[in-house]
């Protein structure tokens, strides 16, 4: 496998689980389990990115008890840890470390709006670690293929429909 230093573009999964502010915290750590995720953007009312709500944070409502009618608002982490895409993998695993977070979210500033493009995960970085040849991380990085984005919106207009119909016929 090449030496060559990679950089967090071509390790970073593009398209970033996201939530809203009043998404249930048991909502949520279904998902996450279900899906795998290590953390997601909590968007505001205008889709700005407004904090992260990330296993650390799901713990943490689990730590205090009670935590039933507990919201992403309630528990999620006021920023959002970032790092840019053009950096060294060994650089963002030292700023991830220092910043004591297991997932960093690339940002885009478009119009006013701030949101998530792209995120990288200690799991990103682990499967770097463990990969014997290059073909085992072709699903990451800028270049890895991917739905278009019309694409990803009928899947997820479909899966919803047939939610929706499941819970109707109920």
């Given at each position: 496998?090449?030496?060559?230093?990679?950089?967090?573009?071509?390790?970073?999964?593009?398209?970033?689980?996201?939530?809203?502010?009043?998404?249930?915290?048991?909502?949520?750590?279904?998902?996450?389990l279900?899906?795998?995720?290590?953390?997601?953007v909590?968007?505001?009312?205008?889709?700005?990115?407004?904090?992260?709500?990330?296993?650390?944070?799901?713990?943490?409502?689990?730590?205090?008890?009670?935590?039933?009618?507990?919201?992403?608002?309630?528990?999620?982490?006021a920023?959002?840890?970032?790092?840019?895409?053009?950096?060294p993998?060994?650089?963002?695993?030292?700023?991830?470390?220092?910043?004591?977070?297991r997932?960093?979210?690339?940002?885009?500033?478009?119009?006013g709006?701030?949101?998530?493009?792209?995120?990288?995960?200690?799991?990103?970085?682990?499967?770097?670690?463990?990969?014997?040849?290059?073909?085992?991380?072709?699903?990451?990085?800028?270049?890895?293929?991917?739905?278009?984005?019309?694409?990803?919106?009928?899947?997820?207009?479909?899966?919803?429909?047939?939610?929706?119909?499941?819970?109707?016929?109920?």
């Amino acid at each position: 496998m090449s030496t060559s230093p990679k950089l967090v573009r071509d390790l970073m999964s593009v398209g970033v689980p996201t939530c809203a502010l009043e998404d249930s915290v048991v909502e949520l750590t279904r998902w996450f389990l279900e899906k795998e995720i290590e953390g997601a953007v909590v968007l505001d009312e205008n889709g700005h990115g407004a904090g992260v709500v990330t296993h650390d944070e799901l713990v943490k409502a689990y730590v205090r008890g009670d935590y039933r009618g507990v919201t992403a608002q309630d528990v999620m982490r006021a920023d959002v840890p970032q790092a840019p895409p053009d950096i060294p993998l060994t650089a963002v695993a030292q700023i991830m470390q220092d910043m004591g977070v297991r997932v960093v979210f690339m940002m885009h500033h478009a119009g006013g709006i701030s949101y998530p493009a792209a995120y990288l995960t200690y799991k990103h970085l682990l499967r770097h670690l463990a990969a014997q040849e290059e073909e085992e991380l072709k699903d990451l990085g800028i270049k890895a293929e991917r739905e278009s984005p019309l694409e990803t919106f009928i899947r997820r207009r479909d899966e919803a429909l047939r939610q929706a119909n499941k819970k109707m016929r109920r």
